[in-house]
């Protein structure tokens, strides 16, 4: 099924429509073009991942500071912090610093007014499936208005860089997503309107809703992973240590390859969770339907997906498919440089792919053309989280991982989950 899916073309089963339909996007992003003329999606597949070796020092030290803010810098005492709130807000202003630089990114009218979009865009999309079609028209007018007033707090802030980006001759910043969006806007033909600070703004908003709740919520199930075990906890903190010793407070592409132990419970907590349990949603556009690999027809206008739940969680392929195994996909280093892939290790190793890579096995990201273009962004942003919290702060260990909860076919973990920190007395970065 996984295959036949991948093989149609979209003018038969639209990756686009299933993604739009799912949350309303035409509607609850205010402005249809920004999803239908999707311009911003090529910037995150080309410019965004070739310039990552040079943001991964700006990431690590927005982390950094973020982390110090929500998690305080007290090596006496243990504080209680909830996972959910505090990672969303280091999730956003790390994102930001990549999106808009470093001076917005710790504007916290801005940062608060960004996480409080993406909630709400995702709120009103699930609330708005519950209406026929027809109805949706009217009260997408309604439900809409909260969206309305928290774009004007965030584009009072967005529309002067952008202002200023597109009054410049050539980029003074060649690092930032923002002028990228801007120097590219040619290749993409924009329409006059699209090339405006209010719509380049608006495409900010649309990355802040692909990164921010993602983002935030794999970093959480990743967290809870490891702080549930003492044995994934001092495997993954030996590894921070050995880098941080090797790198000191250098980050860059190399020192996060090198840690094979951490790209592995990261790829191990997103086969376990995932974000989303049906994977590969594709809408039949085409008027004569699809007939499915079965020989079953489906009409037009019908969504069909693949259980990323099932195929994660099967024996067959993931033994003890139930467990946060850490080491499930470890590759072995010799110097530095990964060993040839095929070697066979403990009996739970499915195989040595790395964290962003994609298989028919693995759908976190999807599969085909439409596999996620931020995975290589998104997935150093939660390596550096880890690593910073392994290398500054002591975390309890949790009696028992919180379980998640189902919200509709997603799978998120729960919004009051706490962690006990201490900042370490010898912070070794
Ligand atoms: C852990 C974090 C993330 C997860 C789990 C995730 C997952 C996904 C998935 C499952 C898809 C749909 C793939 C398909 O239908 O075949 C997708 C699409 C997409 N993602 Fe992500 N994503 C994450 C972070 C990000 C970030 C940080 C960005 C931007 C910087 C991003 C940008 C996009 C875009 C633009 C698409 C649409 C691609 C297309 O339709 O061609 N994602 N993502």
Redesign the pocket.
């Not at 994977?279 to 594709?282: C, E, L, Y």
């Given at each position: 099924m996984l295959s036949w899916l991948i093989s149609q073309p979209e003018a038969c089963l639209s990756?686009?429509w299933?993604?739009m339909d799912a949350l309303n996007i035409p509607t609850t992003f205010l402005r249809p073009e920004i999803g239908l003329n999707?311009a911003?999606?090529p910037v995150?597949?080309r410019d965004?991942t070739a310039h990552l070796d040079r943001l991964e020092a700006d990431i690590w030290e927005e982390v950094g500071m973020a982390l110090e803010v929500v998690w305080g810098k007290d090596s006496q005492s243990w504080r209680e912090v909830n996972l959910d709130h505090t990672i969303r807000r280091v999730v956003a202003r790390a994102?930001n610093r990549v999106f808009v630089g470093d001076k917005l990114c710790r504007n916290d009218d801005y940062i608060e007014n960004s996480i409080r979009y993406v909630t709400q865009v995702s709120a009103v999309g699930l609330l708005m499936n519950l209406f026929p079609s027809w109805v949706k028209r009217f009260v997408g007018v309604i439900f809409t208005t909260p969206i309305r007033i928290t774009y004007s707090r965030c584009s009072k802030h967005l529309i002067p860089v952008f202002s200023e980006l597109t009054s410049m001759e050539s980029s003074a910043y060649p690092c930032l997503f923002s002028s990228w969006l801007v120097t590219n806007a040619d290749k993409f033909s924009l329409s006059s309107p699209e090339r405006t600070p209010d719509y380049l703004s608006r495409r900010i908003m649309a990355?802040n809703f692909?990164?921010i709740h993602?983002?935030t919520?794999?970093t959480c199930n990743l967290l809870l992973d490891v702080f549930s075990s003492v044995s994934s906890k001092s495997f993954l903190y030996e590894e921070s240590l050995d880098s941080s010793s090797r790198w000191d407070k250098i980050c860059n592409r190399t020192r996060l390859n090198q840690m094979p132990r951490l790209d592995s419970a990261l790829r191990e907590s997103?086969r376990l969770w995932?974000?989303?349990a049906k994977?590969?949603?594709?809408k039949i556009i085409h008027p004569d339907g699809a007939i499915l690999p079965t020989g079953q027809h489906l009409p037009q206008g019908v969504t069909v997906c693949i259980s990323g739940w099932g195929l994660h969680h099967d024996e067959a392929i993931y033994p003890q498919p139930f467990e946060f195994v850490h080491d499930r996909f470890m590759r072995t280093l010799i110097d530095g440089q990964e060993k040839a892939k095929g070697e066979k290790g403990a009996s739970t190793r499915s195989s040595t792919a790395t964290a962003v890579e994609i298989d028919e096995r693995f759908?976190?990201?999807?599969?085909?053309?439409?596999?996620?273009?931020?995975?290589f962004?998104?997935?150093d942003?939660?390596k550096i989280i880890l690593a910073h919290v392994l290398l500054e702060y002591e975390v309890e260990i949790l009696d028992r991982r919180a379980e998640n909860m189902w919200i509709e076919y997603n799978v998120i973990p729960p919004h009051d989950a706490t962690l006990r920190v201490k900042r370490r007395g010898v912070v070794s970065l």
């Open positions: 990756a686009k299933a993604q999707p911003h999606e995150v597949r965004l994102a990355l692909a990164a993602t983002s919520m794999t997103l995932g974000v989303v994977a590969m949603s594709r759908v976190t990201w999807g599969v085909g053309k439409h596999a996620c273009p931020g995975r962004f998104a997935v942003v939660v």
